[in-house]
């Protein structure tokens, strides 16, 4: 089967021998195609995995070989995501699942731009669903990045009608504020770059006029410019949600949290239970996820991954 690899700073598509499922429990999915997630990027960018690495976690997978006590058989089509919590450490009993051990070391093997993908017992029972007809694969690759949207989301625990500034118009920017009107909030966006704030406002996200003030902000940009503006547009009292890396690692200055009486939160990873939020609001219908992917075939992977550099396309789909 196909993997693509990470070799130093080169993604290079190899042949590697076939993973079959053996005596374990889970299945064996052929990959349609994945999402090329901001991680990937990161990890990508920054060197953080080794040679040889397969990135990607973003699927959607047919069912080739399945030993399993759910429902799922052969030929099913279904998306997962790939960590799993295990339910009952501290960080899990308080909500923090994306902290938790298990949740850490589970993964989908050997990553996402691959033709095959084992998908263990345990995330066929939390964390996968069958795709809607009605959805295409592009639409429903977002399952994964919409949970951790709406996960930061909950976080902020809005009240309805509340405001909420996206600060960062790229793809996960658009998402969260898909997800910000799904679930019933006011919604305005900034980027410094006009095109992203055109598409936005085209998708009902309202440009922001910096005399006012909202209840929430999102961090979608890494700039660490974009702190400035956060603090900026916040109201006393108001949330910032954190949900980037910012390359200085420049924190929130005390005395504006302390004055201002602000909340500064951080949003990582989804847990089970908005990831079937999400999964609902794809098949309703209740957020517009198309027409934001660029589609790439595995043997372009490289090129996928410069345009997201480059901030050339919004979202790429590896077609497998
Ligand atoms: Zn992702
Ligand atoms: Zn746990």
């Not at 410094?192 to 704030?197: A, K, Q, S």
């Amino acid at each position: 089967m196909k993997t693509a690899q990470v070799y130093q700073d080169k993604i290079i598509v190899k042949e590697v021998e076939d993973i079959t499922l053996g005596e374990r429990k889970g299945a064996i999915v052929k990959v349609l195609g994945c999402g090329l997630c901001g991680s990937d990027i990161v990890k990508f960018k920054h060197k953080i995995v080794h040679d040889g690495a397969v990135l990607g976690h973003e699927i959607v997978a047919e069912i080739l070989e399945i030993n399993s006590d759910t429902n799922f058989k052969k030929g099913d089509k279904i998306v997962t995501s790939h960590h799993v919590p295990c339910g009952e450490c501290n960080y899990c009993k308080h909500g923090n699942v994306s902290m938790c051990k298990h949740f850490k070391e589970t993964n989908i093997f050997p990553g996402g731009f691959s033709e095959k993908v084992f998908v263990s017992e345990e995330h066929l029972k939390n964390v996968a669903y069958t795709v809607p007809s009605n959805i295409s694969d592009e639409e429903i690759s977002f399952y994964e990045p919409l949970g951790c949207c709406i996960r930061a989301i909950k976080r902020c625990n809005l009240m309805k009608d509340d405001t909420a500034l996206i600060v960062g118009l790229g793809s996960i920017g658009l998402l969260m504020g898909e997800g910000l009107k799904a679930l019933g909030y006011r919604v305005y966006g900034c980027d410094l770059i006009d095109e992203r704030v055109k598409l936005a406002n085209k998708m009902g996200i309202q440009s922001f006029d910096f005399n006012l003030e909202v209840d929430a902000v999102f961090m979608t940009s890494g700039a660490d410019k974009a702190i400035e503006t956060a603090l900026k547009a916040v109201r006393p009292g108001g949330k910032i949600l954190v949900f980037s890396s910012t390359p200085l690692n420049n924190g929130y200055p005390n005395n504006e949290i302390y004055y201002k009486e602000l909340t500064i939160l951080g949003s990582y990873s989804p847990s089970p239970a908005d990831l079937k939020d999400s999964y609902e609001l794809i098949k309703s219908g209740k957020v517009n996820v198309k027409n934001l992917t660029t589609v790439y075939p595995l043997e372009q992977i490289q090129q996928a991954f410069d345009d997201t550099i480059s901030n050339k396309i919004f979202k790429a789909y590896i077609r497998i």
